[in-house]
Protein backbone atom coordinates (compact mmCIF):
# COMPACT_ATOMS: atom_id res chain seq x y z
CA UNK A 1 0.00 0.00 0.00
CA UNK A 2 0.99 3.06 -0.92
CA UNK A 3 1.07 6.37 0.97
CA UNK A 4 -0.82 8.13 -1.36
CA UNK A 5 -3.60 5.52 -0.89
CA UNK A 6 -4.04 6.36 2.60
CA UNK A 7 -6.83 9.12 4.34
CA UNK A 8 -5.78 12.25 6.21
CA UNK A 9 -6.57 10.18 9.64
CA UNK A 10 -4.19 7.43 8.73
CA UNK A 11 -1.41 9.72 7.87
CA UNK A 12 -1.89 11.24 10.83
CA UNK A 13 -2.01 8.29 12.95
CA UNK A 14 0.77 6.39 10.90
CA UNK A 15 2.82 10.09 11.29
CA UNK A 16 1.91 10.19 15.39
CA UNK A 17 2.91 6.12 15.51
CA UNK A 18 6.62 7.21 13.25
CA UNK A 19 6.62 10.21 16.01
CA UNK A 20 6.15 8.16 19.36
CA UNK A 21 8.76 5.59 17.78
CA UNK A 22 11.16 8.16 17.39
CA UNK A 23 10.99 9.70 20.36
CA UNK A 24 10.92 6.87 22.22
CA UNK A 25 14.50 5.69 20.47
CA UNK A 26 15.77 9.49 21.46
CA UNK A 27 14.91 8.80 25.00
CA UNK A 28 15.84 5.81 25.13
CA UNK A 29 19.23 5.45 23.55
CA UNK A 30 20.45 9.02 23.54
CA UNK A 31 19.11 11.02 26.24
CA UNK A 32 18.59 8.22 29.30
CA UNK A 33 21.77 6.96 28.91
CA UNK A 34 23.33 10.62 28.59
CA UNK A 35 21.61 11.53 32.39
CA UNK A 36 22.71 7.97 33.61
CA UNK A 37 26.35 8.39 32.83
CA UNK A 38 25.70 12.16 34.04
CA UNK A 39 24.87 10.56 37.62
CA UNK A 40 27.49 7.95 37.85
CA UNK A 41 30.17 11.11 37.01
CA UNK A 42 28.33 13.07 39.75
CA UNK A 43 28.43 9.62 42.43
CA UNK A 44 31.78 9.20 41.18
CA UNK A 45 32.80 13.31 41.97
CA UNK A 46 30.95 12.88 45.15
CA UNK A 47 33.40 9.61 45.97
CA UNK A 48 36.46 10.99 44.94
CA UNK A 49 35.65 14.01 46.95
CA UNK A 50 35.46 12.12 49.89
CA UNK A 51 38.36 10.45 49.77
CA UNK A 52 40.35 13.29 49.38
CA UNK A 53 39.01 15.58 52.20
CA UNK A 54 39.65 11.37 54.59
CA UNK A 55 43.25 12.45 52.78
CA UNK A 56 44.17 15.97 54.00
CA UNK A 57 42.43 14.79 57.52
CA UNK A 58 45.26 12.10 57.67
CA UNK A 59 48.14 14.34 56.01
CA UNK A 60 47.61 16.93 59.00
CA UNK A 61 47.05 13.91 61.31
CA UNK A 62 49.87 12.62 60.23
CA UNK A 63 52.49 16.13 60.17
CA UNK A 64 50.60 16.68 64.02
CA UNK A 65 51.87 12.97 64.94
CA UNK A 66 55.46 13.54 62.96
CA UNK A 67 55.94 17.45 64.81
CA UNK A 68 54.88 15.47 68.12
CA UNK A 69 57.46 12.76 67.40
CA UNK A 70 60.24 15.66 66.73
CA UNK A 71 59.26 17.28 69.59
CA UNK A 72 59.29 14.24 71.78
CA UNK A 73 62.59 12.64 70.37
CA UNK A 74 64.15 16.35 71.14
CA UNK A 75 63.11 15.96 74.29
CA UNK A 76 64.47 12.17 74.98
CA UNK A 77 67.80 13.58 73.72
CA UNK A 78 68.20 16.48 76.21
CA UNK A 79 67.91 13.95 78.92
CA UNK A 80 71.21 13.87 80.78
CA UNK A 81 73.47 10.86 80.35
CA UNK A 82 72.55 7.73 82.44
CA UNK A 83 69.06 9.43 82.74
CA UNK A 84 67.35 6.38 84.98
CA UNK A 85 63.47 6.84 86.03
CA UNK A 86 64.31 5.42 89.49
CA UNK A 87 66.51 7.83 90.39
CA UNK A 88 64.55 10.69 88.89
CA UNK A 89 61.49 9.80 90.77
CA UNK A 90 63.84 9.57 93.92
CA UNK A 91 65.07 12.86 93.41
CA UNK A 92 61.55 14.26 92.97
CA UNK A 93 60.21 12.50 95.83
CA UNK A 94 63.27 14.46 97.87
CA UNK A 95 61.89 17.65 96.53
CA UNK A 96 58.49 16.83 97.20
CA UNK A 97 59.86 16.71 100.52
CA UNK A 98 57.50 13.14 100.07
CA UNK A 99 61.01 10.49 100.27
CA UNK A 100 60.31 9.56 103.88
CA UNK A 101 56.80 8.19 103.09
CA UNK A 102 57.71 5.60 100.03
CA UNK A 103 57.11 2.66 100.83
CA UNK A 104 58.58 0.71 97.90
CA UNK A 105 59.79 1.63 94.19
CA UNK A 106 59.46 -0.98 92.11
CA UNK A 107 61.09 -0.72 88.85
CA UNK A 108 60.62 -2.95 85.46
CA UNK A 109 61.83 -2.75 81.92
CA UNK A 110 59.76 -4.06 78.87
CA UNK A 111 60.77 -4.17 75.25
CA UNK A 112 57.59 -3.57 73.12
CA UNK A 113 56.86 -5.23 69.79
CA UNK A 114 58.31 -2.80 66.51
CA UNK A 115 59.56 -0.35 69.16
CA UNK A 116 63.72 0.83 69.20
CA UNK A 117 63.12 1.57 72.72
CA UNK A 118 62.28 -0.28 75.99
CA UNK A 119 59.41 1.11 78.31
CA UNK A 120 60.59 1.74 81.67
CA UNK A 121 58.14 1.46 84.42
CA UNK A 122 58.63 2.59 88.58
CA UNK A 123 55.77 1.80 90.67
CA UNK A 124 55.55 3.20 93.95
CA UNK A 125 53.65 3.64 97.29
CA UNK A 126 53.48 6.17 99.07
CA UNK A 127 51.70 5.90 102.95
CA UNK A 128 50.96 8.79 105.17
CA UNK A 129 50.67 11.65 102.88
CA UNK A 130 48.12 14.12 102.02
CA UNK A 131 46.86 15.69 98.97
CA UNK A 132 49.29 19.03 99.43
CA UNK A 133 52.17 16.65 99.60
CA UNK A 134 50.96 14.46 96.48
CA UNK A 135 49.68 17.04 94.22
CA UNK A 136 53.14 18.94 93.69
CA UNK A 137 54.67 15.03 93.59
CA UNK A 138 52.74 14.51 90.54
CA UNK A 139 52.48 18.08 89.03
CA UNK A 140 57.26 17.35 88.59
CA UNK A 141 56.54 14.28 87.32
CA UNK A 142 53.75 15.24 84.89
CA UNK A 143 55.47 18.63 83.74
CA UNK A 144 59.19 17.29 83.20
CA UNK A 145 60.49 17.19 80.14
CA UNK A 146 62.53 14.17 80.89
CA UNK A 147 59.21 12.48 79.04
CA UNK A 148 57.84 10.77 82.10
CA UNK A 149 54.12 9.41 82.11
CA UNK A 150 52.14 8.79 85.26
CA UNK A 151 50.19 5.53 83.31
CA UNK A 152 48.62 5.20 86.66
CA UNK A 153 47.55 6.01 90.40
CA UNK A 154 45.56 4.50 92.97
CA UNK A 155 44.53 6.97 96.05
CA UNK A 156 43.09 4.99 99.62
CA UNK A 157 41.82 6.69 102.43
CA UNK A 158 43.86 5.89 105.54
CA UNK A 159 42.96 5.47 109.22
CA UNK A 160 44.05 9.17 109.89
CA UNK A 161 41.94 11.89 109.02
CA UNK A 162 43.27 14.00 106.03
CA UNK A 163 45.63 11.07 105.21
CA UNK A 164 46.27 9.11 102.00
CA UNK A 165 48.23 5.85 100.87
CA UNK A 166 48.80 5.88 96.92
CA UNK A 167 50.40 3.72 94.49
CA UNK A 168 51.63 5.49 91.31
CA UNK A 169 53.12 3.52 88.06
CA UNK A 170 55.01 5.97 86.27
CA UNK A 171 56.67 5.08 83.18
CA UNK A 172 59.32 6.68 80.27
CA UNK A 173 61.11 5.12 77.19
CA UNK A 174 64.94 4.03 76.83
CA UNK A 175 67.00 3.40 74.37
Given at each position: MKLSQLSTR???ALAA???FIFIYILIEFIISPYLDKQEQVKRELKAKSETLAQMQQLKSEF???KEKSKLAEKYFEARPKGFTLFSFLDTLAGKADIKDNIAYMKPSKSKPKDS????S???LKLQGINLKQLTPYLHMVETSKNM?????????KTGKEGFI???????TFES
Open positions: EKYGISQLLPYNVLVEVFIRRVSITDAIIQVE
